[in-house]
């Protein structure tokens, strides 16, 4: 059940990322085109491009724990006997947990106390930039939460599977 809801919040979390994207290509390449050719920059494009980089940049580090490919030295953990790398992996887990916590809290925080301020150009909330960092600490802490009850059978699977390719605990 946890990750059959978990699959669709990260079908749904794809699908935003998807459009964030395509919005920012958009965007810069208005942005370009108006300044270029129309003399003429957008007032609002920067900043909105600001934002958007934001949610993206964090939504999308939510997808690399899920799918393994954020950022990890595996050099000295590979030289470890399988028992010990088990060990370190649960750890890491562990910790990124914690981040993930550290994410919403503060993030939380973060977000009530910029609900009066604006972005100059839009008039947005600055509350909309920084809302992306709880809502991202919930996503990278539900991919990583399983990491941490990794046992050795799921562990020898993930390391065997193929290099670069996705793997069901969202680790690595």
Do not use: K
């Not at 946890?2 to 390449?29: H, P």
């Not at 973060?110 to 809502?135: K, N, R």
């Amino acid at each position: 059940m946890y990750r059959a809801v978990l699959n669709l919040f990260s079908a749904a979390v794809e699908t935003v990322t998807r459009v964030l994207l395509s919005a920012l290509v958009v965007i810069i390449s208005w942005q370009v085109f108006s300044r270029f050719a129309l003399n003429r920059t957008p007032y609002w494009a920067e900043e909105t491009a600001l934002v958007l980089v934001v949610w993206f940049g964090l939504l999308g580090a939510g997808l690399g724990v899920r799918d393994g490919t954020h950022l990890a030295v595996e050099f000295f953990a590979r030289l470890l006997p399988a028992s010990a790398r088990l060990v370190v992996h649960r750890f890491v887990f562990a910790v990124t947990c914690c981040f993930a916590l550290v994410m919403m809290i503060s993030g939380a925080r973060l977000v009530l106390m910029t609900t009066e301020q604006t972005l100059p150009a839009t008039h947005l909330p600055v509350a909309v930039s920084y809302l992306a960092v709880p809502i991202s600490g919930i996503f990278i802490f539900l991919h990583a939460l399983p990491g941490v009850a990794l046992d050795a059978a799921r562990m020898s699977a993930i390391e065997s599977a193929p290099a670069g390719s996705a793997n069901e605990e969202g680790g690595g």
